[in-house]
């Protein structure tokens, strides 16, 4: 069965940079884009970027996040990565990665946990 | 970027009502809209794709319904496992965008 399952809470400080991992299973890793979508605290969902976890890891980011955002992905251990950087208060969220169902249109089938990410001095 | 936005944005129902949940684009998306349900605490579930394909193992209760710039998400008889929230995403054009959500609680 598919599984996507993400690393642990992060607690940061400003201007500092954290990484996250979401580490897939139960399916052809290379064969599936991922997706980072982040919730702030009570708020909605915002789609952050996504890679393709196959050929040479090609990414697509959101205008917002261009600059401070990378994602990459490691094929051996088919687990994706999101970096964000230069980290103020507003990025404190939940980070999720979610695997696009691969009918060429970003259908979000399989999600992780979550991570919470906090930024606080 | 295409926005999303959902009405109400929350509604109180009891157990076998019949609840209606709108989500408008600021543009034609033709059939290239999706429901995710959220409960506190747990990530998104996949509930709806291309407007009225629900995905498995989502109950028949739950139907979808529009094109163009209108899209409704319904179910029919509210059980006690569907309070949650509600959202719409647009998968028409980058950047996907998601409706702000619908929080459907107990009246």
């Known amino acids: 069965q598919v599984q996507v399952v993400q690393s642990g809470a992060e607690l940061k400080r400003p201007g500092a940079s954290v990484t996250v991992s979401c580490k897939s299973s139960g399916y052809t890793f290379t064969s599936y884009y991922v997706h980072w979508v982040r919730q702030a605290p009570g708020q909605g969902l915002e789609w952050m970027g996504r890679?393709?976890?196959?050929?040479?890891?090609?990414?697509k980011y959101a205008q917002k996040f261009q600059g401070r955002v990378t994602m990459t992905r490691d094929t051996s251990t088919s687990t994706v990565y999101m970096e964000l950087s230069s980290l103020t208060s507003e990025d404190t969220a939940i980070y999720y990665c979610?695997?696009?169902?691969?009918?060429?249109?970003?259908?979000?089938?399989?999600w992780g946990q979550g991570t919470l990410v906090t930024v606080s001095s | 970027d295409i926005q999303m936005t959902q009405s109400p944005s929350s509604l109180s129902a009891s157990v076998g009502d019949r609840v209606t949940i709108a989500c408008r684009a600021s543009?034609?998306?033709?059939?290239?809209l999706n429901w995710y349900q959220q409960k506190p605490g747990q990530p998104p579930k996949f509930l709806i794709y291309?407007?009225?394909n629900l995905q498995t193992g989502v109950p028949s209760r739950f139907s979808g319904s529009g094109s163009g710039t209108d899209f409704t998400l319904t179910i029919s008889s509210v059980q006690p496992e569907d309070f949650a929230t509600y959202y719409c995403?647009?998968?028409?054009?980058?950047?996907?965008?998601f409706g702000q959500g619908t929080r459907l609680d107990l009246k």
């Open positions: 543009r034609r998306i033709s059939t290239y």
């Open positions: 979610a695997r696009e169902d691969g009918a060429g249109a970003t259908k979000l089938d399989y």
């Open positions: 995403q647009q998968s028409y054009i980058d950047p996907p965008t």
């Open positions: 291309d407007v009225s």
């Open positions: 890679i393709n976890p196959g050929g040479g890891g090609g990414t």
